[in-house]
C-alpha cells in the first residue's frame, strides 16, 4: 500500500445573486493500490446533480452552514439543493469539495466568520443529488462561546450511487487529556469545543493563540458502480485518534521551514 499526499486550493464561487461563497481549502491524503493514473470518469461538477461513480473517481459535495431553523420548510428538514430554502438570503456559507471516490480526504474551511454571532447555534449539512438527493443530519458548528473544529464525515454509497452522509462523532475522547486547558472544553456529545477567546484572528495577540480552522475527515463506505467495495471508513476507523489536520499543519510547516533556507 502506498500513500500519496496531494494539496488542492479552490477559489470561492462568484458572487452573482442566490450564490454562496466561502474560500476553501482541500488537503487530500489519498489511499491506494497502484491505481494514482486512474482517470476520472465523474463529469458532474456540481454539487445539485445525480451521478454514479466508481472508485477513484472525482465526486462533488457540498457543504452547507447556517443556523439550523434555516434547513427546515414546513417541519420537513429539506436538502440545501431544494430551491425552497432561503439560505441565500439569512447569510449561509456554501463550500464545494471534490475528493477522489474512496480516498481519505481531510477538507478544511477556514472562513468562519459570522458563526461567533448566533447564540442559539450555527450548524453545517453535507449534501448532493437532486433527483436522489442525500444530505446529513445538521451538525454543531458553534456559538457565540465555543467553536468545535473537528468532523469526521462516511459518505456511504451503493451501486456507485450515494445513499446517505452521516457524522461520526468521538464525543470528548480527544481533549479529555486536555481538560485542565482552559482553551479546550468538553460539550459532552457534540464533541471538544475552543474557546472562541482562545481562537487566532487578525489581531495578534499571545491569548489569542489557537487554530479554528474547521476540518472534516472524509472517508467512503458501500460498493461504486462496478460493485467494488469501498473500504476508506474503515481505515479512518483504525485513524481517528490521529488528528489528519495536525498531520497537514505540521507537514506544512516543515515545507515552509525548507522553504525558507532557499528563499530567505
Same mark, same amino acid.
Given at each position: 500500500m502506498a500513500v500519496a499526499v496531494a494539496v488542492a486550493v479552490a477559489a470561492a464561487?462568484?458572487?452573482t445573486k442566490g450564490s454562496l461563497a466561502v474560500l476553501l481549502t482541500v488537503l487530500v491524503l489519498g489511499v491506494f493500490s497502484g491505481t494514482a493514473g486512474a482517470k476520472d470518469? @465523474? @463529469?458532474?461538477?456540481q454539487p445539485c446533480g445525480d451521478t454514479t461513480v466508481r472508485r477513484l473517481d472525482g465526486f462533488t459535495l457540498g457543504i452547507a452552514s447556517a443556523p439550523q431553523t434555516e434547513f427546515v420548510f414546513n417541519?420537513? !428538514?429539506l436538502s440545501p439543493c431544494d430551491r425552497r430554502l432561503a439560505l441565500s438570503s439569512v447569510g449561509a456559507k456554501l463550500a464545494v469539495f471534490r475528493p477522489k471516490v474512496d480516498e481519505i480526504s481531510l477538507l478544511t474551511i477556514s472562513n468562519n466568520n459570522g458563526i461567533d454571532t448566533v447564540s442559539s447555534?450555527?450548524? !453545517?449539512?453535507a449534501f448532493a443529488g437532486r433527483k436522489y438527493a442525500a444530505r446529513s443530519p445538521t451538525e454543531f458548528i458553534g456559538n457565540v462561546s465555543f467553536v468545535i473544529t473537528s468532523f469526521t464525515l462516511v459518505l456511504e454509497f451503493e451501486k456507485g450511487r450515494? &445513499? @446517505?452522509l452521516f457524522w461520526k462523532r468521538d464525543g470528548c475522547?480527544?481533549?479529555?487529556?486536555?481538560?485542565? &486547558?482552559?482553551r479546550v472544553v468538553c460539550l459532552g456529545s457534540l464533541g471538544c469545543g475552543i474557546r472562541r477567546s482562545r481562537c487566532k484572528s487578525n489581531i495578534t495577540s499571545s491569548e489569542r493563540d489557537t487554530d479554528c480552522t474547521i476540518s472534516i475527515q472524509l472517508a467512503f463506505s458501500g460498493t461504486?458502480?462496478?460493485?467494488t467495495a469501498l473500504n476508506s471508513w474503515y481505515e479512518v476507523s483504525k485513524?481517528? &485518534?490521529y488528528s489528519l489536520y495536525a498531520l497537514y499543519s505540521n507537514l506544512k510547516d516543515s515545507v515552509s521551514s525548507q522553504l525558507g533556507q532557499f528563499f530567505p
Open positions: 464561487s462568484g458572487a470518469t @465523474n @463529469n458532474l461538477y417541519r420537513t !428538514m447555534g450555527w450548524y !453545517m449539512v450515494l &445513499q @446517505n475522547s480527544r481533549c479529555s487529556s486536555r481538560s485542565s &486547558q482552559s461504486d458502480k462496478h460493485y485513524l481517528r &485518534q
